[in-house]
Every structure is written in structure tokens, then in C-alpha cells.
């Protein structure tokens, strides 16, 4: 277990609907990235957070986007689902000290898999 | 930009084989090298990592080194078991976010 939460396990929904995946970070962890995985385009970072504020965006859609809560937790809100953005949602978390420093290691959650029908 | 290229699988083997799972990387700088495995219907945990060069990262009978002459840093295991069948990412963190390979998928036969 590696202390990081996320909810829902899983997530059925229809084309053109929204969607909104909760992560929980370990204790103490004050970075949240998401990533993405899916068959075609494998793992890809979509974002991080550090401390409420964004840090760092990768191949983000516009029809994305995250934010990062006072308590820490995270939250990625997807729109105008399309049947391609069914996949994997892992959210990961780690301490990330000062920006420029040493990275830190990356914790990761179970994720959330999403089916766009 | 940075990037990870490993070993294509999928790849199976049997119990007690020597295992290795190529790895090389493209970055600019030092970047920090990693192994997550992936079990099935699980997230990614983190296996083992090296931080600079000549490094020799490992855990639960694997090890990988950190080799900057080659941009390698390939994954090995002298002796598998069944319960090591899962999916192996190589990964690079260099400024900020984490770059995956495409993983390889391993099964061990008993």
C-alpha cells in the first residue's frame, strides 16, 4: 500500500459526459501528479500540483484539468468524454522539496479506470 | 525531449531463469532512473532506483546500474519466480515530471 487514495476504483460514463477522479496524497506529500494509460499511447504525465499551485503540464487536453485542494488532496476533471480518453488515471505524490532540488520518488495509487461508452 | 526505450515484450521465462529487461534513455543533464512494476490490477510501485552515475539501484533480488557511458540501465534478476509475472516501466525523472518507457510485460511459468 502505498498510502496514496484514489476514488472511484472505476468509472463508466457516456460520450460528451464529465467526470471528476479524486486522488489523496501519502501524509506529508505535498506534490500530486496525474498520468494517463492507455494501450496506444502507454503512460503519460498529464500534470503536477505543489502545494495548491501547478508546477508542471504535459500532454494535458484542454478539455482536462486539475486542481489541488488546501488539504491536499487533488482532483482531475475530465469533459466532453470521448470513447479515446477511456484509460487508466494514476495519481502519484511525493514530497518535492524546493523547486530544482534533487527529484523525489514518486508514490503511486491504485488508479481510477475510466470507460468512456 | 527526454525519453525511455526498453526491451519489447512480451517476455516469458521459467521459474529460476536468469532475467534482464533493457533499458536506455535520451535526457539532457543527470536525470534520476527508475524501475515500477505494475501487478496485474494494480498501480505502479516502485522497484528500484539510482540517482547518478555508476549507481547500482536494488530490491527484492533485482538490480539495475546506472550506466552513463551507455544511457543504460537495464534491469536484472538471477533468479525469477512466478510471483514476479507483471509489467516492468523503466522511468527517468529529470527536471520535473517522470518520462516512462512503454513497459514489458513478463511471465514466469512454473
Known amino acids: 500500500d502505498s498510502g496514496v487514495t484514489q476514488t472511484p476504483k472505476h468509472l463508466i460514463t457516456a460520450t460528451g459526459q464529465r467526470v471528476t477522479l479524486r486522488c489523496s496524497p501519502r501524509?506529508?506529500?505535498?506534490?500530486v501528479y496525474w498520468y494517463q494509460q492507455s494501450l496506444d499511447q502507454g503512460l503519460q504525465f498529464l500534470i503536477q500540483y505543489y502545494n495548491g499551485e501547478e508546477r508542471a503540464k504535459g500532454n494535458i487536453l484542454e478539455r482536462f484539468s486539475a486542481q489541488q485542494f488546501p488539504d491536499l488532496h487533488s482532483e482531475l476533471n475530465l469533459s466532453s468524454l470521448e470513447l479515446g480518453d477511456s484509460a487508466l488515471y494514476f495519481c502519484a505524490s511525493s514530497v518535492e522539496g524546493l523547486a530544482g532540488g534533487p527529484p523525489d520518488t514518486q508514490y503511486f495509487g491504485p488508479g481510477t479506470r475510466l470507460t468512456v461508452l | 525531449g527526454d525519453s525511455v526505450t526498453q526491451m519489447e515484450g512480451p517476455v516469458t521465462l521459467s521459474e529460476e531463469a536468469f532475467l534482464t529487461i533493457n533499458c536506455t534513455y535520451t535526457a539532457t543533464g543527470y536525470p534520476s532512473l527508475f524501475w515500477y512494476v505494475q501487478y496485474p490490477g494494480e498501480g505502479l510501485q516502485l522497484l528500484l532506483k539510482?540517482?547518478?552515475?555508476?549507481d547500482k539501484g536494488s530490491n527484492k533480488g533485482f538490480e539495475a546500474t546506472y550506466r552513463k557511458e551507455t544511457t543504460s540501465f537495464h534491469l536484472e534478476k538471477g533468479s525469477v519466480q512466478v510471483s514476479d509475472s507483471a509489467v516492468y516501466f523503466c522511468a527517468l525523472r529529470g527536471a520535473q515530471k517522470l518520462v516512462f518507457g512503454q513497459g514489458t510485460r513478463l511471465t514466469i511459468n512454473p
Open positions: 539510482a540517482t547518478k552515475a555508476d
Open positions: 501524509s506529508g506529500d505535498l506534490s
